[in-house]
């Protein structure tokens, strides 16, 4: 077992603490190559560039090289530590920046890019919180796609109509408008079916505000109406950052390096060959900060303030002064309160007493807040300097440093004042043609604003400037905020512009205030977006269901797992009883669809459906099915009508057929009506090693919202081979369950076909029709004529036109067919006067008629075959054929059981 750390950068530790990993995960083996090709796609992709250093605990220091990452092998290493280098990846990797640090992280540990721990003073994970961002993952914009349409009532991710819009209501409060297709036409959809991850939206209270709108209902009403575009230039960086980062330029050198430095009096120099920069000219104001051993003493019980024990002739202090300190105690700015050669105590800028530091010896440095000092003279390894106050005044009571050497915690760097602001665009705050009236930039204080210290952070501002310019002009104008806190969380603001005339403009920013790069002090700011209010926007979406969403950042959102909306609508329709209403009947969604296609209810066969609709609602059966692809109206109509076990057929106008048990015979077809050139031919499939023995059925589960399989077996035994298929519109294991029983039953005893033709007979049927057939081999049943009918108290006395043959014929039954061709029967018959004559007992029926101006009726002696059309194809004029398969009712004995 090893344990794979991740660090997010190269930094291994700061101000001399060790960093910390933002993610772990426990692998049991294998080698490491093998982890992080599984880990990072993008990288066994491009094995040749590696993001990344790692070390191995017992041999850290020693970067692995990737050569020999196949040879570590992770049960034999108790850690191994990866440290994130995205400036490799951003040079190397090819297609896709940052790609294999990014796969790493967040293909294994979902860690979302760019909430990336920044690292505090003391080398650890940043202490304060982040903003909760209520960035949400739903459906894409569906850009010159089919609008969806809900049947019955579904689980779906709503897509955007409009790109969200994200702003902060305050520095700690961001929020997103989102403006959603639900479907096409009406559909109906309560609060409780709305969901961020699993989360009804009811559960957040008012951070979430939400309102459906029905297809051409105005919008307006909801902020979320208006289209935004958000700029691409501006936002997340490849390297992880959150934004682009608001830089200060010094055009001088910023920072003294050097091992150690000579201070006494007012002379500051170094040794050995180490220079002053070049760039460091008499006048430059410069910052200097040298330690100083201070102890630190609780107040005595006779005094309310503690002691700081030390030397601060060389300061010029007195009562009054506001000084600041610098060090690992007391960060911030004070007031002295009482002073002497080696004593000092304190009060806050409040002039409450500071009476609880902790007790200690530590190195600090104390000077007069503002102070600077300025370059007098300067020779290459040596300066002079003067102190200057804030107010630019020469401080005549500062003596001088005592002579000491410091070879650590010194800090000597240029004054911010010298430091110019760096522009991050112009960038255009529109796409090309379209015109805008409001422009809003986000900046994000990701560590916090403020300046930290022992006691708590301290206020502080910092100012930013963003100018806008009308495209094709020249000069620019401006708006400037300051953005204030005290916080180590991160804080957002949004600056707003807006236009009293519609028009297309380009913007840049920059901050005003140099960055303060002091560990304590919370300056840095990012440029998180950059985003535009277009000048038109749609008042009212006609056809379709709109959800209109604002989604405040919050504890409670943030927590979600995944911050995802869906939602459930049930399709409102048109119903078969007459009324409008949500409904989920699969013949109600056929109807309307056809109806909007053009197929009016005059070319339904309405009794049809009926029938069907009352059947399928006595089951519970539904067509639950979210329709997003570009299908044909036949798809569609057949996929809905499946779902009940029905077939689309068009017999001058469109009829679904229910493939359900069957009693009633339709027409009748013999060899008297059949062609000669086309009479029966029967086939029986033999059973086959490689035959389907189970099926697997594949639905979208109602309750997880996910593709289930359900298996459908007849034994206990093993399955030697199983066939997969997928119900779609199915949202139930049991009604899955018995639509893959019916399929395992077709493939276990439907092994007869059958082909035939007739003249234009086959015209009177329809595929799914279940008729009886014979064939011209008089074995099982033979086909004739009826020539005289006549009734008495013996039954029904038939003269056929052929021998019937009582010997061979195994069933003595009749079916003859009536004047509309449909099959009547089968009737129990008694042998006749002879061998062309029988006596059907048909009770109460209709018996046959002979018509000389008509064709006489058919009649069938003996067992006929029972089948279900599966096609009927016309040829010519006069030439029609039909295929079908043999009838089994074992087929549907699994329509109402459980499993």
Known sequence: MSEIRLYPSLFREINGVATQPIRTQHVAGGSLQEWLFNAAPSYAENPEFTPWEIELEGARGNVVLPDDYAGVMLDHVSVVHIYANPQRSVVSAVGSLFSAVADLFSGIFSWLMPSVPTPNA?????????????????????????????????????????????????????????????????????????????????????????????????????????????????????????????????????????????????????????????????????????????????????????????????????????????????????????????????????????????????????????????????????????????????????????????????????????????????????????????????????????????????YNGQWVELQWREIGTEDWQWMGQELWGASRDQLGFTLGVDFDTPTAVECRLRRMNPENTDVAALEELHWTGLSSRLSESPDRYDDITVLAMTIVGSDAIAAQSENRITCVPTAILKRMDGTVGPTRSAIDFVRNAANQSGVSDDEINMEAMQRIEHITAARGDAFDYNNDGDDTVKAVLERALAAVWAQLTWDEVLTPVRDEPRTQLGHMYSPQNMRADALLKKTVRAVRPDDYDAVDVEYKSAITGVIETVPCRISDDPPQRIETIRVEGVTDELRAWRHGMRRLMRHLHVRKSYTWGTSTDLLNSSKGDYVPVVGPIPSRAQSALIERVAVDEDGVHLQVNEVLKWGSIEQHVIYWRNPEGESQGPYRVLRGDDDYRVIALMGDDPVPVVDPTKEPPHLVFGRVEHVLINSIKPSGMSNVSAEAEGYDERVYQYDDAHP
Do not use: M
């Open 122 to 458: 003391n080398g650890g994970i940043e202490q304060g919180s982040q903003i909760n961002d209520p960035s949400t993952t739903i459906n894409r914009p569906r850009l010159n796609g089919v609008i969806n349409q809900v049947a019955g009532q579904v689980k779906l991710a709503p897509y955007y109509l409009a790109p969200p819009h994200s702003y902060f209501i305050d520095p700690r409060t961001k929020a997103v408008d989102i403006l959603l297709c639900v479907t096409w036409g009406r559909c109906l959809l309560p609060a409780s079916q709305i969901r961020i991850a699993e989360t009804p939206v009811t559960a957040f209270g008012d951070d979430v505000h939400w309102q459906v709108f029905q297809p051409g209902e105005s919008i307006t009403g909801h902020s979320a109406n208006q289209l935004w575009y958000n700029a691409p230039e501006v936002g997340a960086a490849s390297n992880g950052q959150a934004g682009l980062k608001l830089k200060s330029v010094f055009h001088i050198t910023e920072r003294l390096t050097a091992p150690s430095i000579n201070v006494d009096g007012s002379q500051i120099s170094l040794t050995g060959e180490h220079e002053f920069p070049s760039d460091w000219e008499p006048g430059l104001l410069l910052n200097v900060r040298v330690p100083r051993q201070i102890e630190l003493q609780p107040p005595a019980p006779e005094d309310s303030r503690a002691v700081l024990a030390g030397s601060y002739d060389d300061l010029g202090l007195a009562v009054g002064d506001a000084v600041v300190i610098h060090g690992d105690a007391l960060n911030g700015d004070y007031i002295v309160h009482s002073v002497s050669s080696n004593i000092l105590t304190l009060s806050y800028p409040d002039l409450t007493p500071v009476t609880d530091p902790t007790g200690g010896v530590y190195q600090l440095a104390i000077d007069k807040a503002g102070a600077r000092y300025r370059i007098v003279s300067r020779i290459q390894s040596s300066i002079i300097v003067e102190k200057v106050l804030v107010d630019n005044n020469v401080d005549a009571t500062w003596l001088g440093w005592n002579a000491w050497v410091y070879r650590d915690r010194w800090n000597i760097f240029v004054d911010s004042s010298y430091a110019q602001s760096e522009w991050l665009g112009p960038f255009p705050a529109q796409k090309a043609g379209t015109l805008i009236n409001r422009i809003e930039s986000q900046v994000l204080a990701v560590r916090g604003l403020g300046y930290a210290h022992e006691n708590g952070v301290d």
